[in-house]
């Protein structure tokens, strides 16, 4: 379950043409050299590699918008979501343990502290990421037309009070429901109701299970039937950005090449990478330090082994604003185009990173 960084990141509205000799997506702004003026100029070489450059910019430019166009005419037309019934709250047996936060409304803070666990605190995680594991996957094999977000919800729920865990999106901050459910525009943070999936849908399950006392928090954006070309390379796109994430990841490695690597895939296929919803340390609290950015930045801090986090990389077909129901909870792109998301929980290691979350 992601957790929320800063306000929503000015998108694709606003875009302005960068280019460096390294990159075209660094914020160096095009300027023209000195000796390209009036009607001379010094050196026909300089010349013909600042015609280059320009070409190779007018060339990324056209790819882009060729994109743009052809994404247009490829995703299928939906209705706009909008919020249906949501049933009560289910029920949680006496004897199973709760988190702390249950008995408040409030929206927990975000722990300071890195989740850096012994030999029996790393079995303890083990166990909980792999329950997340079998009931995302079981929640996947009920996605089809005609099916509730609702009776997911129910199924998710039955399937982690009878291993004896406690369903940790209930009661966090006053969420209302056992599992998080974002369909097509939703970024994340869906609520469960009475909307029937229709065919072409994509939808994002968000499990997150406390067991023994701790947490194990896991995602994944499945197809709903006959979904488009354009939102299934989206989706195919999304998961491989969390896989190229996770392979940085080792003791000692920076945290900000999660995000640069993350950003360079998405930025081969044009996608936006959300910057408002992160990753975060996980284990005996739900959400702690570090915040792992899934875009490019220069946030300091390095990974340790025995520290366990989640990376949950948001990728978006068109811009990465976004917009919150009054519910403070679903979040949804402000154009109404798709998004996707997944997840793991990892732990490091010496050598790199053993994702926890695998059945």
């Given at each position: 379950?992601?957790?929320?960084?800063?306000?929503?990141?000015?998108?694709?509205?606003?875009?302005?043409?960068?280019?460096?000799s390294s990159s075209l997506?660094?914020?160096?702004?095009?300027?023209?050299?000195?000796?390209?003026?009036?009607?001379?100029?010094?050196?026909?070489?300089?010349?013909?590699?600042?015609?280059?450059?320009?070409?190779?910019?007018?060339?990324?430019?056209?790819?882009?918008?060729?994109?743009?166009?052809?994404?247009?005419?490829?995703?299928?037309?939906?209705?706009?979501?909008?919020?249906?019934?949501?049933?009560?709250?289910?029920?949680?047996?006496?004897?199973?343990?709760?988190?702390?936060?249950?008995?408040?409304?409030?929206?927990?803070?975000?722990?300071?502290?890195?989740?850096?666990?012994?030999?029996?605190?790393?079995?303890?995680?083990?166990?909980?990421?792999?329950?997340?594991?079998?009931?995302?996957?079981?929640?996947?094999?009920?996605?089809?037309?005609?099916?509730?977000?609702?009776?997911?919800?129910?199924?998710?729920?039955?399937?982690?009070?009878?291993?004896?865990?406690?369903?940790?999106?209930?009661?966090?901050?006053?969420?209302?429901?056992?599992?998080?459910?974002?369909?097509?525009?939703?970024?994340?943070?869906?609520?469960?109701?009475?909307?029937?999936?229709?065919?072409?849908?994509?939808?994002?399950?968000?499990v997150t299970v406390y067991?023994?006392?701790?947490?194990?928090?896991t995602s994944k954006t499945?197809?709903?039937?006959?979904?488009?070309?354009?939102?299934?390379?989206?989706?195919?796109?999304?998961?491989?950005?969390?896989?190229?994430?996770?392979?940085?990841?080792?003791?000692?490695?920076?945290?900000?090449?999660?995000?640069?690597?993350?950003?360079?895939?998405?930025?081969?296929?044009?996608?936006?990478?959300?910057?408002?919803?992160?990753?975060?340390?996980?284990?005996?609290?739900?959400?702690?330090?570090?915040?792992?950015?899934?875009?490019?930045?220069?946030?300091?801090?390095?990974?340790?082994?025995?520290?366990?986090?989640?990376?949950?990389?948001?990728?978006?077909?068109?811009?990465?604003?976004?917009?919150?129901?009054?519910?403070?909870?679903?979040?949804?792109?402000?154009?109404?185009?798709?998004?996707?998301?997944?997840?793991?929980?990892?732990?490091?290691?010496?050598?790199?990173?053993?994702?926890?979350?695998?059945?």
């Amino acid at each position: 379950m992601a957790s929320i960084a800063a306000s929503c990141f000015l998108g694709d509205n606003n875009i302005s043409i960068y280019a460096s000799s390294s990159s075209l997506f660094t914020r160096n702004t095009l300027t023209f050299p000195t000796y390209f003026s009036g009607t001379s100029f010094n050196g026909r070489k300089q010349f013909v590699v600042f015609a280059k450059r320009l070409s190779g910019l007018e060339e990324v430019m056209r790819i882009r918008r060729e994109r743009e166009q052809n994404t247009s005419t490829q995703v299928r037309r939906r209705l706009p979501l909008r919020r249906l019934k949501v049933s009560p709250r289910l029920p949680v047996p006496d004897h199973i343990l709760k988190p702390p936060y249950v008995s408040s409304k409030l929206l927990p803070e975000i722990a300071s502290e890195f989740q850096i666990h012994d030999e029996e605190g790393i079995a303890h995680m083990r166990t909980a990421c792999e329950l997340a594991a079998r009931v995302l996957e079981h929640a996947g094999t009920l996605v089809r037309p005609s099916v509730t977000t609702n009776e997911i919800d129910k199924a998710v729920h039955q399937m982690i009070i009878d291993a004896g865990a406690y369903p940790s999106p209930l009661g966090y901050g006053g969420f209302p429901k056992s599992v998080c459910t974002s369909v097509n525009e939703c970024m994340c943070h869906g609520i469960p109701d009475s909307r029937q999936l229709q065919d072409g849908d994509i939808i994002n399950i968000d499990v997150t299970v406390y067991l023994n006392g701790y947490h194990g928090d896991t995602s994944k954006t499945f197809l709903c039937g006959n979904v488009d070309e354009a939102t299934k390379r989206l989706v195919k796109v999304t998961e491989e950005c969390l896989e190229r994430g996770i392979a940085v990841c080792k003791d000692g490695a920076l945290f900000r090449k999660i995000g640069k690597r993350i950003s360079e895939h998405a930025e081969k296929f044009g996608y936006g990478v959300v910057e408002r919803f992160v990753g975060h340390g996980v284990g005996t609290v739900f959400h702690s330090e570090p915040l792992i950015f899934h875009h490019r930045n220069e946030k300091p801090g390095s990974m340790v082994a025995g520290q366990t986090f989640t990376i949950e990389p948001i990728l978006t077909l068109g811009t990465t604003e976004c917009v919150t129901w009054e519910d403070n909870w679903t979040t949804l792109t402000k154009d109404g185009s798709p998004a996707a998301q997944f997840e793991h929980t990892i732990l490091i290691t010496k050598t790199g990173a053993e994702i926890l979350t695998k059945c």
